[in-house]
């Protein structure tokens, strides 16, 4: 009999954690859901016009899943999956200034919810509202950092849309005046950007895509990493998941060619660690998290990148411009 209670308890184990792995698997499917969401929102923009029809449901699929898996092969914040996002609407016809400044816009969109995150749930804990172990540098330190990082990007917001303007006012008759003009794009296509995110915000209606796409984005991730801590019988504080989450998530800043492959793991492993969640749990759950909000979306995203080739060569004739390999061809015809 003890056998066989021992025998019981171990299916049931395997058929609890098999039914978590498949809840964690439709939370990333959600998560999917949210960015393209969150994509049509702000870069598709609001504009009756050839580029917001050319970035339809179909076309925003596909930047986005080739977007993740190129961020998998350059984790340094997204590099891979920014740079393939900015050469689809180019090629989409949306023009240099604007791509850059909805690309900024959905970055600041998209962080703003993860650095309110660990400011709100940082204070939320540290004050005992929510359950859990709350060290300092597992909640003011984050927290502090997160709302510097909000005041500073509300000041960029202020630097005046005729910057460019008044630089050129002052540097006239000067002879490396050009150069400081060009500069002062960099800082005016930075402010319009935050200005455009703030914009969702404060008209929620009217960003209510953009807004609710960046918050399920990062909520279904919580989800797929609250999976994988039930599938090892995990049982994390909501406010310790939520902001080790966050807290372990900003390793994905650290360059790396292979994708953050060790850095997020080391990174989630440490939060938790500094929370007090015994390492038994922690080790397996983060590695099951990696495996399906990390390794889960390459294939499809493979798949996603091929179809937008296609789509954009599509785009390509529409506008009357040849193929790529076409006009590689031409210039070497020519030269």
Excluded at 95 to 111: D, E, K, W
Excluded at 156 to 165: G, K, N, V
Excluded at 190 to 217: E, N
Excluded at 228 to 233: H, K, V
Aim: overall charge positive; proline content about 5%; charged content about 15%.
């Amino acid at each position: 009999s003890i056998r066989r209670s021992a025998r019981v308890s171990m299916w049931w184990k395997c058929w609890m954690a098999s039914c978590s792995a498949l809840i964690a698997i439709g939370f990333n499917v959600l998560a999917f859901g949210a960015y393209v969401a969150l994509f049509r929102g702000v870069l598709g923009g609001t504009r009756d016009d050839e580029v917001h029809r050319r970035l339809d449901l179909r076309a925003s699929y596909q930047i986005t899943m080739a977007g993740l898996a190129a961020t998998r092969i350059f984790s340094a914040a997204g590099a891979g999956g920014l740079v393939l996002t900015y050469w689809a609407l180019r090629k989409a016809g949306m023009p240099r200034r604007r791509a850059a400044c909805r690309m900024v816009a959905f970055l600041v969109l998209t962080y703003m919810v993860y650095t309110a995150a660990l400011v709100i749930f940082g204070v939320l804990l540290r004050t005992g509202v929510l359950p859990g172990t709350s060290p300092l540098a597992g909640t003011v330190v984050p927290a502090a950092i997160s709302g510097g990082l909000i005041v500073l990007f509300l000041m960029i917001a202020l630097i005046p849309q005729d910057f460019e303007r008044r630089i050129q006012h002052y540097v006239a008759g000067y002879r490396r005046g050009r150069y400081l003009r060009r500069i002062a794009k960099g800082p005016v296509t930075l402010a319009t950007g935050v200005r455009t995110a703030l914009a969702y915000v404060r008209h929620p209606r009217r960003g209510l895509l953009a807004i609710g796409g960046a918050i399920g984005f990062w909520a279904a991730n919580i989800g797929v990493l609250w999976a994988s801590f039930e599938a090892f019988g995990g049982d994390v504080p909501f406010g310790v998941l939520v902001q080790g989450f966050f807290l372990g998530m900003a390793a994905n800043l650290i360059p790396s060619p292979a994708g953050g492959v060790g850095a997020v793991d080391a990174g989630m492993i440490g939060a938790f660690a500094i929370f007090g969640i015994d390492d038994s749990i922690v080790f397996p759950a983060v590695l099951t998290y990696r495996v399906i909000a990390f390794w889960l979306p390459i294939p499809p995203g493979i798949v996603a990148f091929l179809q937008l080739r296609g789509t954009v060569t599509a785009w390509e004739r529409e506008r009357g411009q040849p193929p790529a390999a076409s006009r590689a061809t031409l210039q070497k015809v020519k030269s």
